[in-house]
Every structure is written in structure tokens, then in C-alpha cells.
């Protein structure tokens, strides 16, 4: 008898998705953070060297 509402939860539980949902925008957002680090990073010493080149030529 009380074998019958926890199997009915389990698979209630198991047939639920929208965990799923929240877990694939964690992992889409973590992609999209991981380039802007990696674009930052890359494009972070050129500026500066652009800047220092544009100051250079002021002086």
C-alpha cells in the first residue's frame, strides 16, 4: 500500500524536465562567459599597446 505513492513520485520525478532547461542556460551561459574572458584577455593587450602608441605620438 505505501509502495504505491512513491512509485508514482519517482516517476513523476523522473518524467520532470525543467531542470534540465536551467542546467542547459547555466551551461550556454558559461560558454558565452568563457569567450568574452578569452576575447577580453586577447584584445586587453592591444588596446593597451594602442594607447601607448597614440600617447607616444603626442609627446
Given at each position: 500500500?505505501?509502495r504505491?505513492?512513491?512509485i508514482?513520485?519517482?516517476r513523476?520525478?523522473?518524467r520532470n524536465?525543467?531542470?534540465?532547461?536551467?542546467i542547459?542556460?547555466?551551461?550556454i551561459?558559461?560558454g558565452?562567459?568563457?569567450?568574452?574572458?578569452?576575447?577580453?584577455a586577447?584584445l586587453?593587450?592591444?588596446?593597451?599597446d594602442?594607447?601607448?602608441?597614440?600617447k607616444?605620438?603626442f609627446?
Amino acid at each position: 500500500m505505501r509502495r504505491d505513492p512513491l512509485i508514482r513520485q519517482l516517476r513523476r520525478f523522473v518524467r520532470n524536465e525543467s531542470g534540465a532547461t536551467a542546467i542547459e542556460y547555466a551551461i550556454i551561459a558559461t560558454g558565452i562567459a568563457a569567450v568574452l574572458v578569452a576575447a577580453i584577455a586577447t584584445l586587453g593587450g592591444k588596446v593597451t599597446d594602442l594607447f601607448t602608441a597614440v600617447k607616444t605620438a603626442f609627446n
